[in-house]
């Protein structure tokens, strides 16, 4: 296992269409994060998984985003009815449980949407 | 909430000289870490430091150390002997600990341009 993958890299949607991304983290880390990263900005935070139970959510995943981590390892970001202002950078990210530790980051999927 | 703010969107510094990177804070969790992490233009997020906040010492990795002041709630990264490799984004990070926030709220960043 060589780090947080994700998939595909990019994606180009024409808006109104859903997409969805695949992360998969280090295979031993229980806890993954989906961020949201515009451009000359900081990553904002999206959603939060321990094992498989979804724990906390921001209020910026409106209702169109739905994320699941159904056998608490990989972990899928849907987006429904995309919009142009959800172009963006998602990035996947996981640590383990130990406090006092990094999270690791995938590289990340672009999401363009005309 | 946890909030944090890097109120330098741009740095220089010329090969070899060090040079110093602000991060403020403001949290009302009681224990919390502190984070720095590098973007290059490839765009992914490199771990470089992390500091906690009980920690008596400040923390250090190579070239990296954290300045932690936690009365004035700042952790300025600072980089000795900069390197060309060095130019990119770095964000300052923090998360909450105990009951406190686990997911990472980022600063806006701060681009570094490594001059020769």
């Known amino acids: 296992d060589t780090g947080v993958s994700q998939d595909p890299r990019h994606k180009i949607t024409k808006r109104g269409q859903n997409v969805t991304f695949r992360c998969d983290p280090i295979s031993e880390h229980n806890r993954l994060y989906w961020y949201r990263q515009t451009l000359g900005q900081g990553p904002e935070f999206l959603t939060y998984f321990q094992n498989e139970a979804q724990l906390e959510k921001s209020r910026l995943l409106s209702d169109r985003f739905s994320a699941e981590r159904p056998k608490g390892s990989f972990s899928t970001l849907e987006i429904q009815r995309t919009e142009q202002g959800d172009s963006a950078m998602y990035l996947c990210?996981?640590?383990?449980?130990?406090?006092?530790?990094?999270?690791?980051f995938g590289q990340g999927t672009r999401l363009t949407v005309v | 909430a946890q909030k944090i703010t890097q109120t330098q969107p741009g740095m220089f510094v010329q090969e070899k000289e060090a040079v110093t990177l602000d991060c403020t804070y403001d949290t009302s969790d009681p224990s919390y870490g502190l984070f720095w992490y590098k973007q290059p233009s490839s765009g992914e997020m490199i771990f470089l430091i992390y500091?906690?906040?009980?920690?008596?010492q400040n923390a250090t990795e190579g070239r990296y150390s954290l300045n932690f002041q936690k009365a004035r709630k700042s952790a300025n990264l600072v980089i000795s002997a900069s390197q060309l490799g060095d130019s990119a984004m770095y964000f300052c990070?923090?998360?909450?600990?105990?009951?406190?926030?686990?997911?990472?709220?980022f600063g806006s960043g701060t681009r570094l341009q490594v001059q020769p």
């Open positions: 500091q906690g906040s009980y920690d008596q």
């Open positions: 990070a923090m998360s909450g600990m105990d009951t406190g926030r686990r997911a990472l709220t």
């Open positions: 990210a996981s640590s383990p449980t130990t406090e006092n530790t990094e999270a690791f």
